[in-house]
């Protein structure tokens, strides 16, 4: 039986027997009387086993080691007195596969840098066992969220041809070692993808509302705690949407993916708030029934400039690039909530941006959310042709590899909005977690690549 | 307004006006009187627009070409004797964004070769419309089933350093064009998964029952029509459970994935049964009604040499690999639905699965069903560190880059089992396409990268 089963059930089975299998989480014992701490991986808590001595192998049960695998039969004793609803009243344990005495979890704490030396084992450690799981859950709201509304899932490609998005560094694919790529495997060169957004635009231009969900990289030498060289990213895209329905569909998903995951991952979230950010589901439940403000980036800047004395960075002028320090201030002092900044000037965005009527700022927007500052990115892409090519010449972007990018401005192109949710960011958002090698499962960053 | 949302209400709208947005799938008319076809991307089906000439720009809308996004305001008018339940009588109708003379679809039918070349425009043709929308719905019929029952999603890295695979070709993974791998971004050499399998079995023995949904990667060169460089795998992995549990998952996944899209994507279904293969329907139909039938692989060799007159490959012996005609032979003569074949020749499957008592066979199974043969491969994994030791040892593996996976035998490991469905397979199955080239959005194929 699994042990959600058993939770769910365990009144009408006060008295029963039943049969469980899992892993050891504690095992303590006197001579006469043993408890073991069962976890079977259906649930964050353990259900307890009392073992006596009056079963036959008491002797090799009460030196089962953390971390084996056992399975158990033994009477439900609903125990209203005990800290526990419910244990189990053991006639048998066996064990199924014992864990060595080299183990390397054991009942102590461990650091984080130990458990990232060890990602094949770490997941049964409280706080990954917790963040694994809600890494599921979110991933299934996400799902809900646009597959409910209508949304088509689109599986943009990992390996692409496309050298000229210029966002940053990137991950060569090849089958040579001498850099011949027209020799190689696609006769050209090939990389690895750094968005979805471009090849999933023509989807939008087709289906109207959809949806990325899938992995991306970047090759950025660059070691801090919220990048990786691997991560998943949601990128929707809806056409005849401007921006302020992408807000609407910004904000209306962050709320879907809090409530969901504070009712399908209740004991993860609890655990969370007790050991790792004691403010966790306050501060994301009241993120959910906020209102989102929007301002300008326009009025940011007049925010910041009168503010400039608290910031490290003291530098304020319209142009600039806001800074981890200045989007937190903005949401957590002057909103005191989420707010979309909008309108950023073009300068410091990306060449698909739609531009304004100023001629200066571009429809793009970041939410920014008290704890992390920018949560999310979105903006109104350029539907003009000639605007889009101009842009393009002006940042010195060669035309011809996006030819066909282009070319859905000349096939029925429309207005249309985007957004992109990195979804390793999301989870150390929900989960106070400080660290991007903590919420996934083998994390990949510069000069780190294990197993 | 949605067409979706109208298709459900046009009933209740009769007589009312209301706007709609989307794209020209036909527009044909005389002095007085037009009609478009209408598409909006949220149904297979389209919206009938009629126009009368007292429009004030009856001339420019009655050019509007193919594939031209507009925007119509009309009243509903329900046609109980007209071909379609409902159509729309426009009072005005606007281009939002034409299409150019050289729009690549025309009303004629394209070949599947022609439309590979324009991957940003296919989606709207009505095969690759319907199959990218039953591609989403599959997916999230993947990702039901699982977490229905409880199963936990596990991203597995899609680069990783583990060489010893040996699961055919690979590629490499660098930011230099040297090869000089100990000076490269993760400081050795680099590689793109070819199966989530052996960093998701870490998970099964944590959680009991997890999944992988992600993109793997294969390097051969080898252009047939089954074969992409890169493509999507569910694999399932599942603590406790032994062969015969897995092949009662595969069998129930792979009903509730046939209900789930006849219920989800009745039309694009309707759709691939009428233009591409006429018993797809039927066929899929029959699958999810039937009883899976087992038989072990020597069994199978009796059949097919007792048969072997009928086969282009007539050398049949037991040790051989199973070709397609043989398989087909076996679902669609001898058992006349689908079968497992069990207990294979160690020789001829992966190093980790579970060596039998025989000490000639292993614990795996390949589900074969009409039409295509096989679709899944699963096996238990040898969870005794000494014979999965042993085993590598004679397939002359080294075991240092796996030493983490044998470990898991030493820390808790017990009996387990898993499968792999290649997504993209599975699509070809349900509808009947013949080439994976046309069920992914971007192919990528040897000598082959569009965009």
């Not at 089962?64 to 125990?79: M, P, Q």
């Not at 998005?165 to 495997?185: I, L, M, P, Q, S």
Request: hydrophobic share 35%; aromatic share 12%.
């Amino acid at each position: 039986m699994l042990v959600k089963k058993l939770k769910e059930r365990f009144e009408e089975l006060d008295g029963k027997e039943i049969m469980l299998q899992g892993w050891v989480r504690t095992n303590r014992n006197s001579k006469k009387l043993g408890f073991i701490e069962l976890n079977d991986g259906t649930t964050f808590s353990n259900v307890q086993i009392v073992y006596l001595d009056d079963l036959d192998n008491y002797k090799e049960v009460s030196k089962i080691t953390l971390g084996s695998a056992i399975e158990v039969k033994g009477i439900v004793k609903v125990t209203p007195e005990g800290k526990q609803p419910f244990e189990i009243q053991a006639s048998s344990i066996d064990v199924l596969g014992a864990s060595d005495h080299d183990y390397p979890l054991q009942k102590k704490r461990h650091s984080f840098e130990y458990m990232r030396e060890i990602p094949h084992v770490r997941p049964r450690a409280n706080t990954y066992y917790a963040m694994f799981r809600l890494r599921s859950v979110l991933s299934m709201a996400i799902h809900r969220f646009f597959q409910d509304r209508g949304f088509v899932y689109v599986h943009t490609p990992e390996i692409t041809g496309n050298d000229a998005e210029g966002a940053g560094e990137v991950f060569t694919v090849t089958t040579r070692c001498d850099g011949k790529y027209e020799e190689d495997f696609f006769q050209k060169h090939a990389q690895l993808t750094v968005s979805g957004q471009l090849h999933v635009e023509p989807f939008a231009l087709t289906y109207r509302n959809v949806y990325t969900f899938g992995p991306t990289f970047r090759a950025e030498n660059s070691n801090t705690t919220r990048h990786a060289s691997e991560f998943w990213m949601i990128e929707p895209e809806m056409a005849f949407a401007d921006l302020s329905d992408d807000m609407d569909v910004i904000e209306d998903m962050i709320k879907y993916c809090i409530r969901y995951v504070l009712e399908n991952a209740s004991e993860e979230m609890a655990f969370f708030e007790k050991m790792i950010d004691h403010d966790c589901i306050t501060r994301v439940k009241k993120v959910a029934d906020s209102k989102f403000e929007r301002m300008s980036y326009t009025e940011a800047i007049e925010h910041l400039k009168a503010a400039k004395d608290q910031f490290e960075n003291q530098d304020i002028f319209w142009g600039m690039d806001l800074q981890s320090e200045h989007e937190r201030y903005l949401c957590e002092q002057v909103v005191k909530g989420p707010v979309f900044l909008t309108d950023y000037p073009k300068e410091i965005k990306a060449f698909y941006m739609r531009l304004n009527d100023d001629g200066k700022t571009v429809a793009a927007c970041d939410l920014l959310v008290p704890y992390v500052g920018e949560l999310v990115g979105g903006s109104q892409r350029e539907e003009r042709y000639d605007l889009l090519v101009s842009r393009m010449q002006e940042m010195g972007m060669e035309l011809e590899g996006l030819q066909w990018y282009l070319d859905l401005r000349r096939f029925g192109g429309c207005k249309h909005s985007g957004f992109g949710l990195g979804f390793d960011r999301m989870l150390m958002y929900l989960s106070g977690v400080q660290n991007i090698r903590d919420v996934q499962p083998y994390p990949r960053t510069p000069r780190n690549l294990i197993f």
